[in-house]
């Protein structure tokens, strides 16, 4: 008993200096980390375009970076990894990710002394408020309208038989699908050009890993008649591109540029992560005022999305085209869809609601389990 | 009917076959050790470890250098087997030389490959772009191949000689030789009776380590290279997994009776349904029954189970199998 008891005073005293620990952060300002929610800093898109913006970032200016991989996908993992990166000196965190809501609402308040810069995701409580700290920075994209580029941008360029592949229905990668179905059919409208795009070429892999059954479920796709898919899917993309080159069709990337990765990119629905991230180091270094408790939505009119023209492989889409519905998004002309609701209404509005064959259920998942 | 049965044609040749072959060959593997009487449920782990070494060799040879693709695959399909090999030399040593449990050893391979194949990834490759350690070694190259003349071959053709992978033709020929072994040769003979009753087989004169030695060398040797086959065969390069393919293997082998022919049969079947569980919804057939996708998603794992509980009347599993030698115990 009298062992038990010395046990649990030992014990608790552990905790006692640990929590002392977390009070009061010794962190580094010029250190920054990078950690992830899902998958690797070389997933060819999400994770690696952030990590690719801080890395171009801290070689400019002589910081010191490192990246951290939470052991699994969970609020404890997350919230373990941040505590280490704060324990090591790292003065900044970003987190990319829609899945570090809980812990960082957690971690801005048990670290107040470290920065956070949270990107498609705002920090929120336990009962669903979402609270973004004095010390937090979260950063939203308007997925929708670089999807709407992207949906766009295939029906102009002469493609009628659309698909849309996403990882997991995440709230970014929800935008982009709706995004890319009103972007197609805001183009067949104006070309009036009929589309093939049933329910059943609109899904969520349930992954943003590559793998054999994402390239086999690409490639029966196409061999059905699907011209282009669009793959919001992180490194799943890649199954995708293989996919394509295999079937001599085309596929659009996710996030960042990816038209180096494969001949069979036609273009990439980007979100300016690497752009909008240096923006934010800016404000903490440079200006000395970091945009804490700040939340910044970026879309087409503060350079927020955008289709990387330059390395596309368009050949009937011209530069002109795009530049004109960049411009109608940006000043507002055409305000896209971001819910199911809204393209519902969107699609009411050009009158061709009778045209839409993808369901709610598809698009937006009911919670399972 | 016929032309939605027809439809059907192209992603059965075009991943129906590689998935078929490397089950084939990873439980053709896994045939060799359990007719020798050593389960081997490490046929996951090896097929890891022989696509990790099959990728380094293929990354070597057309990215580091400039080797032609086709020369890159027999060296990667090569190292690939005896890395398989060599691994499963572990499982030998603790389970016929230390007569350890079969079950623990194997699995540990499973845990073990994973992790020393990432841990060594990442040793040696930095992603150019991130400027940081991986564990892909992208190969992204297609290895798919015509066969001039023999592509024109009417069905035959199509499924086996257009956008076919070496590995296949490689496949097929290890299915021969595997049922000739089998049925034909003293090996064959000496490793079955091995399964059966080792201490007969040993008062015979057959040294009955000698043979469960060979038969886990030869099933690291399979799985190996049914690994490099896999990697080759869905061109993203290697990840640290093979997705579960090595425990299908081993289904297969239990469902096709520990017999080559029968197992060929079971990998057809199994690949057929794996083609389904992601194309179904491309192909007419079997999207006007308009099923959920969970059904096709379960459809192999029911399938095994129901086979199973068929079979498991008149199992002819070898009857030594899983039983450490014990020569004292004759």
Known sequence: MKKLFLFLLAFGFMFGLAACGTRDDDVEKTKIALITDY???????????????????????????????????????????IDLAVEL????????????????????????DVKFILLDAQPRDATGNFVVGPNTLSIFYDEH?????????????????????????VPAVVRFGIGFIAGAYYAALQEEVELVFPNNRYDYLGTFNAGPGVETQAAGWFDDGTEVIFAAAGGAGLSVMSAATDKDAWMIGVDVDQSGLSERVMTSAMKALAASVQLALDSYYIDEDFAGGETWYLGAANDGVALPFETSRFETFTEAQYNEIFALLADGTIEVPATYAELVAFFEDLDILDLLLIEQDTVSPPPSG | MIEAILQLLNPIAAYGVPVMIVLMLVALGGLFSERSGVVNIALEGIMVMGGFVGAMVIYYMTVTHDYPLQLAVVFGLISGAVAGMVFSLAHAFASVTMNSNQIISAT?????????????????????????????????????????????????????????FLSTFIGLGVLVVVTIVFKKTRLGLRIQSCGENPH????????????????????????GLGGATYLISFHNGFDGTVHGLGFLSLAILISGQWKP?????????FAFMYVIQSQYDSLALFRNLTLPRQIYQMMPYVMTLVILAIFSKES????????????SKR
Request: net charge negative.
């Open chain 1, 39 to 81: 998958g690797d800093i070389d997933d060819e898109s999400f994770n690696q375009g952030t990590w690719e913006g801080i890395l171009a970032y801290a070689e400019q200016h002589g910081m010191e970076i490192e990246y951290f991989r939470p052991a699994e996908v969970s609020d404890a993992d997350y919230i373990d990894s």
């Open chain 1, 89 to 112: 000196g790292f003065g900044i965190i970003v987190t990319p990710g829609f899945l570090f809501q809980r812990a960082i609402y957690e971690s801005q308040n048990t670290h107040p």
């Open chain 1, 145 to 169: 309208e670089s999807g709407f580029l992207a949906g766009y941008a295939a029906v102009m360029e002469g493609f009628t038989n659309l698909g849309f592949m996403g990882g997991i229905a």
């Open chain 2, 108 to 164: 540990a391979l499973n845990l073990f490959a994973p992790a020393i194949s990432v841990f060594t990834a990442r040793t040696f490759y930095i992603n150019p772009a991130t400027r940081q350690a991986t564990d892909k070694i992208i190969i992204s190259a297609s290895y798919r191949l015509n066969i001039p003349f023999l592509q024109h071959i009417p069905v035959l053709g199509r499924f086996l000689f257009t956008n076919a």
């Open chain 2, 200 to 223: 007969a087989a040993d008062s015979l004169g057959i040294n009955v380590y000698k043979v469960r030695y060979i038969g886990i060398l030869l099933s690291g040797l399979l799985a």
């Open chain 2, 261 to 269: 022919v029968r197992v060929f049969v079971f990998a057809v079947v």
């Open chain 2, 316 to 327: 002819q599993a070898p009857k030594a199998i899983g039983e450490p030698y014990d020569a």
